[in-house]
Structure formats: structure tokens, C-alpha cells
């Protein structure tokens, strides 16, 4: 996989406009902003899935998610209350060294989260604030849960996309 950088990106995408033959006045803030709106796209149909784990406090409900990269998080697309004193405890295991998950991985999760829902009857219903960043948890944490696991989207990086993505957000 070739490694691409914004610059090659804004250079190629003035050169399909007619760069250098014609003067082409767009700025590259301009091009920025259509790149990143491009990306936003290409993410609602392509996500780049990670997870993350968070040490939890009893009695609290609110925690701030901070992605590693320092990458805004998109959406949260599942959370799972780790609490050793249930029976799907060691079942679950979402590991943070898997990333990108291929798609046998993210069926499996699926599948054993959807397990423990049906078995348990253990619902997590959740609010996530993009603005903020920050995860609300219904309800609160209650005694013995000592983790969670939140399974999010950011916006793919440059570096990361396939030759086919880079392009397509090339041409958009």
C-alpha cells in the first residue's frame, strides 16, 4: 500500500482541474475543507472501528473518550460493561491490538455481544456527545463493574486508506 500525503492529494486533485496549464484559484484551506468533507463521507460508509477500554468509578455515569491518535471520535457504536461476577465475563474479549477488524472478528464480537444481551438481559443504553467527546452510561455503574469497553468510529486517515478510497476521495 502506498503512503499518501494531503499535499499529494491537493496536487492531484489540481491537476484534474487543469493545474498548471490553467490558473486554478481555490485555496488550500479550500481544499482542505473539501478533502476532510470527502473523508467524513467515505467514513459514514467505511468506518475505521476501534475500541477502547475505561477503568470505571462506581456511581459515575459520564466519561470523556480520547482517542490515542488524538482522532475526533464519529460515533459510539457499542458499549460493554465488563463485570467479572457474570458468567459471559472472559467470553468478551474485544482486543485493542486488532485493528482494523476483519470482518470475522467484528461478527464474532457481535454475535457474543448480542449472546450476553439475550442471556443476561443486560440492555447498556448510552448517549454520546460529539461536541464534547463525552459517553453518558444508563444507568449509572453500579457495584462489581470495573470496566468498559466502547467499540467507536473516527474518520480514516490518509495513510490508512486502501489505493480505491484514496481515490475516491480524490475524485469527490
Given at each position: 500500500?502506498?503512503?499518501?500525503?494531503?499535499?499529494?492529494?491537493?496536487n492531484n486533485i489540481l491537476?484534474?482541474?487543469?493545474?498548471?496549464?490553467?490558473?486554478?484559484?481555490?485555496?488550500?484551506?479550500?481544499?482542505?475543507?473539501?478533502?476532510?468533507?470527502?473523508?467524513?463521507?467515505?467514513?459514514?460508509?467505511?468506518?475505521?472501528?476501534?475500541?477502547?477500554?475505561?477503568?470505571?468509578?462506581?456511581?459515575?455515569?459520564?466519561?470523556?473518550?480520547?482517542?490515542?491518535?488524538?482522532?475526533?471520535?464519529?460515533?459510539?457504536?457499542?458499549?460493554?460493561?465488563?463485570?467479572?461476577?457474570?458468567?459471559?465475563?472472559?467470553?468478551?474479549?474485544?482486543?485493542?491490538?486488532?485493528?482494523?477488524?476483519?470482518?470475522?472478528?467484528?461478527?464474532?464480537?457481535?454475535?457474543?455481544?448480542?449472546?450476553?444481551?439475550?442471556?443476561?438481559?443486560?440492555?447498556?443504553?448510552?448517549?454520546?456527545?460529539?461536541?464534547?467527546?463525552?459517553?453518558?452510561?444508563?444507568?449509572?455503574?453500579?457495584?462489581?463493574?470495573?470496566?468498559?469497553?466502547?467499540?467507536?468510529?473516527?474518520?480514516?486517515?490518509i495513510n490508512e486508506m486502501?489505493?480505491?478510497?484514496?481515490?475516491?476521495?480524490?475524485?469527490?
Amino acid at each position: 500500500m502506498n503512503k499518501h500525503t494531503t499535499k499529494d492529494l491537493m496536487n492531484n486533485i489540481l491537476s484534474y482541474l487543469g493545474s498548471p496549464v490553467v490558473n486554478i484559484e481555490i485555496t488550500e484551506t479550500q481544499l482542505q475543507f473539501a478533502i476532510d468533507e470527502a473523508k467524513e463521507l467515505l467514513s459514514r460508509y467505511y468506518p475505521t472501528m476501534r475500541t477502547m477500554n475505561i477503568q470505571t468509578e462506581l456511581g459515575t455515569s459520564q466519561y470523556n473518550l480520547h482517542d490515542p491518535e488524538d482522532r475526533p471520535i464519529q460515533t459510539v457504536i457499542e458499549v460493554v460493561r465488563m463485570n467479572p461476577n457474570t458468567i459471559f465475563y472472559n467470553t468478551i474479549k474485544i482486543d485493542p491490538l486488532l485493528h482494523p477488524y476483519d470482518i470475522d472478528n467484528f461478527i464474532e464480537i457481535t454475535q457474543l455481544i448480542d449472546m450476553r444481551r439475550k442471556f443476561l438481559n443486560m440492555d447498556t443504553t448510552f448517549d454520546y456527545d460529539v461536541n464534547t467527546q463525552t459517553l453518558t452510561l444508563y444507568p449509572v455503574i453500579s457495584q462489581g463493574e470495573r470496566m468498559i469497553s466502547v467499540l467507536y468510529t473516527v474518520s480514516p486517515h490518509i495513510n490508512e486508506m486502501t489505493e480505491f478510497n484514496y481515490r475516491w476521495v480524490e475524485r469527490y
